[in-house]
């Protein structure tokens, strides 16, 4: 389990360097002119998570497999493309596909490079999707709530539930706020997701900087981070030019050149680790000889789902899950480790997976 995050910002701002970054391929054309990619691309991305560096040699384990993410690269958006200009129907049907949005902005100065709109404005840029995304959202609902309103008024509880709900997401989009902001009921959560609105997914913004500019950001990246702030949301800093040179490099040679320019980790592991946190998502681990693994479930998830993640039939007899914390786990150098130090718990159907849990799962055939 994971997530689909969709690439999403206007043309020539990083977008597609970005995700050949990111998947370490050249899937996605990389070219100085609007609309180089046509089609999504996609791609997997392992989460990093260095626990499992430290729980492979305690068991033993004989190979490591992190967790994945999904991203896609999406065609740059244009003002107007609610309206169907630059290909822009076809681009917010891929959007919708995804569960989350990571926007790049473009927050440097490049006479080379040229810019959709003629000047570098990433605030500017940030209302230009998020407009479009609105427009598209607001044409949708006032669409399906005529019919949706005389159910209500005929006495059809659903209807006017969801009447109830998708006037509360109106009355945002009118006022040129996100449905994301909207507030809803936990018992409407389903309901809201299943409106499918673009202007409702998650926002990572992923501000693309100058070499320069990769450690600390620049005075664009502050007005970035100063929205993000307000919204709720979470922004990043990363030079896409940076991160395509890193993926490039082999292995044994990434450290070298990180501590030359003077960057603790690539850029692209703060991306990836704030959009799996984008979307409350946790992880736990299955370890032993064979393989240590790392799993994604969501937040709050109990243990019978968690074990289907693994595999149907796990959730299907789940008995219990033989539980041990990371943190204890590694104290104890293990399993019989933790279970002297009274550390070993056996958990039931209501346990909620906590993140970093090593777990055993027992179950009936």
């Not at 959560?189 to 499918?196: Q, T, Y």
């Not at 790392?294 to 007899?317: C, L, N, Y």
Request: with cysteine; hydrophobic share 45%; glycine share 10%.
């Amino acid at each position: 389990m994971g997530f689909k995050c969709g690439i999403v910002g206007l043309p020539n701002v990083g977008k597609s360097t970005l995700f050949n970054a990111l998947t370490q391929t050249a899937a996605a054309q990389a070219a100085n002119y609007p609309f180089c990619t046509i089609e999504p691309n996609v791609g997997d991305v392992a989460v990093p998570d260095p626990r499992l560096d430290i729980l492979a040699p305690i068991a033993g384990s004989k190979e490591i497999i992190p967790t994945r993410l999904t991203f896609v690269d999406i065609a740059g958006l244009v003002r107007g493309a609610s309206k169907g200009e630059g290909l822009g129907n076809q681009f917010l049907a891929n959007i919708r596909e995804c569960d989350a949005i990571a926007h790049v902005v473009r927050c440097f100065e490049d006479g080379d490079i040229t810019h959709v709109e003629g000047v570098i404005a990433p605030l500017n840029d940030i209302e230009t999707i998020e407009t479009e995304l609105m427009l598209s959202d607001l044409e949708s609902l006032e669409k399906r709530t005529v019919a949706l309103e005389k159910r209500a008024k005929g006495g059809d509880k659903e209807a006017k539930d969801l009447f109830d709900l998708m006037s509360r997401c109106l009355v945002l989009l009118r006022e040129g706020q996100p449905a994301r902001l909207v507030d809803i009921k936990p018992e409407e959560r389903r309901a809201f997701l299943g409106l499918g609105l673009l202007s409702a997914k998650p926002v990572l913004y992923v501000c693309n900087v100058e070499e320069a500019s990769a450690e600390a950001g620049n005075a664009f990246t502050a007005e970035v981070a100063k929205r993000a702030a307000a919204e709720g949301a979470v922004s990043v800093v990363v030079s896409a030019k940076i991160e395509s040179e890193i993926a490039m490099l082999p292995a044994s040679e990434q450290k070298d050149y990180l501590d030359a320019i003077g960057l603790a980790e690539p850029g692209l592991n703060r991306v990836i680790r704030a959009g799996y946190a984008l979307l409350h998502l946790v992880t736990f681990f299955t370890v032993g000889p064979k393989e240590a693994r790392a799993w994604t479930i969501s937040r709050g998830m109990r243990a019978p789902q968690a074990a289907g993640v693994i595999h149907s039939d796990f959730e299907k007899g789940f008995i219990r899950a033989e539980t041990v914390g990371y943190d204890d786990y590694v104290a104890g150098r293990g399993e019989a480790g933790a279970r002297e130090q009274g550390k070993f718990r056996l958990e039931g159907k209501d346990y909620v997976v906590a993140d970093g849990d090593v777990l055993h799962f027992r179950f009936a055939n």
